[in-house]
C-alpha cells in the first residue's frame, strides 16, 4: 500500500472544487475523487447506491453516511495514489470527517475555498457541464466557445438537477448547518487553510497551488 497526501477540498456548493480540483489534478499529481460525481455516477448506472441516493441528491439533503463513506473506504481501500489525493465534497458531517481520521496514512489536511452565498446562487444557477466529458462551464462567467466543449467538442451542455434556486438555498442551508462546522473541526487540529473563492478562476487556482506547495511541499 502506498500513503499519498489527502487533502480535503472544502466550501460551499459553488465554491469552485469541482473546477479548481480538476485543474489541480491536470497540473500536479494528485488525483480528484468527488463524492457528487461518484453519486451522479451511480443514479446514471441505476446502481442500488444510486436509486437510494437519487431523490435525496434532488431534494438537496445528504445521502447517509454510511454509504457515502463506503463509497470513499472502496476507493482509499488500496491505499492513497503517491501523488496524493484531492478529496472533494467528502466529508461533509463530522461523522464523515471521524471516518477519514480513521483511515491509515498520513493525516488530511483541509483547504476552503471560500466565497459567500449570493455569488454562490449565481454561479450555480449559470453552470452547465459538458455532456461528453463533464467539464464544467458557467454562462455568466465562462461559457463554452461557440457553444461547443474546447476539450471533447461535444455541443450538449446540461443543467444539474439539483441546480434549480430552491435547492440550492437548501443545500446551502445543510452546508452550514452540517458541513461549515468541519472547519473548526480542521482549524482545531491545525489542518486548516483558507483561500478566497471570490477570485477569477486562475487567481483561485494560483492561491490553491501555493496552499499546496507550502503544506505539501
Ligand atoms: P456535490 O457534487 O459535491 O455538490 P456541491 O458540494 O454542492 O458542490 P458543487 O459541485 O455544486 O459546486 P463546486 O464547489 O464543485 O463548484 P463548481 O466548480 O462546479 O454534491 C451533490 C450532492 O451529492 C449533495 O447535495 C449531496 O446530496 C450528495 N453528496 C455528495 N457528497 C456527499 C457527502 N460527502 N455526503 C453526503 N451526501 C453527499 O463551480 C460552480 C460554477 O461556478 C461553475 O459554473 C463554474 O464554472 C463557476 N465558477 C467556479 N469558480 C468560479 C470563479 N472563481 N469565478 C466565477 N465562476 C466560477
Do not use: W
Not at 147 to 172: F, N, P, S, T, Y
Not at 185 to 192: A, K, S, T, V
Amino acid at each position: 500500500m502506498s500513503y499519498g497526501t489527502i487533502i480535503v477540498l472544502m466550501g460551499p456548493p459553488g465554491a469552485g472544487k469541482g473546477t479548481q480540483a480538476k485543474r489541480l489534478a491536470a497540473g500536479t499529481g494528485f488525483v480528484h475523487v468527488s463524492t457528487g460525481d461518484l453519486l451522479r455516477e451511480a443514479v446514471r448506472n441505476q446502481t442500488p447506491l444510486g436509486q437510494e441516493s437519487k431523490a435525496i441528491m434532488d431534494r438537496g439533503e445528504l445521502v447517509p453516511d454510511a454509504l457515502v463513506s463506503e463509497l470513499v473506504a472502496e476507493k482509499l481501500a488500496s491505499g492513497t495514489p503517491r501523488g496524493g489525493i484531492l478529496l472533494d465534497g467528502y466529508p461533509r458531517t463530522l461523522a464523515q470527517a471521524e471516518f477519514l481520521e480513521g483511515i491509515r496514512g498520513p493525516r488530511p489536511m483541509a483547504i476552503g475555498i471560500e466565497v459567500d452565498e449570493e455569488e454562490v446562487v449565481r454561479r450555480l444557477s449559470g453552470r452547465r457541464t459538458c455532456a461528453g466529458c463533464d467539464k464544467i462551464y458557467n454562462v455568466y462567467f465562462s461559457p463554452p466557445p461557440q457553444g461547443a466543449c474546447e476539450e471533447c467538442g461535444c455541443g450538449e451542455m446540461v443543467q444539474r438537477d439539483d441546480d434549480k434556486e430552491e435547492v440550492i438555498r437548501q443545500r446551502l442551508k445543510v452546508y452550514r448547518n452540517q458541513t461549515a462546522p468541519l472547519i473548526d473541526f480542521y482549524r482545531d487540529l491545525g489542518r486548516y487553510v483558507a483561500v478566497d473563492g471570490s477570485k477569477r478562476i486562475d487567481a483561485v487556482t494560483a492561491e490553491l497551488e501555493a496552499a499546496l506547495q507550502e503544506r505539501v511541499g
